[in-house]
Nanobody, 121 residues
Framework: QVQLVESGGGLVQAGGSLRLSCAASGSIFSINAMGWYRQAPGKQRELVAIIISGGSTNYAESVKGRFTISRDNAQNTVVLQMNSLKPEDTAVYYC???????????????WGQGTQVTVSS
């Protein structure tokens, strides 16, 4: 009954910025973690950034200092601010969340549909 809706992808020149948003909706009791993965052609899907319920964050080494993840608990939304973008950041970005539904007493993993980010040189 939970779904993740992403927005903010697009085309940008190297050095530019994009802001990705992901909103969780449905019958939600609590959210343990929300974050972003990405997958480029021919590459494995990799963690970009994640924030857990206690507020701690983890980032891929390649994006540290450039990307910032934040969460609006009231709106069940996670935001990834991406600055100083590089061509190597080009990928499909997927929202990921670990959520306990209001009627099911366990956590489950959810994925968004993916949004394309393309960084040109």
């Amino acid at each position: 009954q939970v779904q993740l809706v992403e927005s903010g992808g697009g085309l940008v020149q190297a050095g530019g910025s994009l802001r990705l948003s992901c909103a969780a909706s449905g019958s939600i009791f609590s959210i343990n973690a929300m974050g972003w993965y990405r997958q480029a052609p021919g590459k494995q899907r990799e963690l970009v950034a994640i924030i857990i319920s206690g507020g701690s964050t983890n980032y891929a080494e390649s994006v540290k200092g450039r990307f910032t993840i934040s969460r609006d608990n009231a709106q069940n939304t996670v935001v990834l601010q991406m600055n100083s973008l590089k061509p190597e950041d080009t990928a499909v970005y997927y929202c990921y969340a670990v959520i306990r539904g209001a009627t099911v007493s366990r956590f489950s993993s959810y994925w968004g549909q993916g949004t394309q980010v393309t960084v040109s040189s």
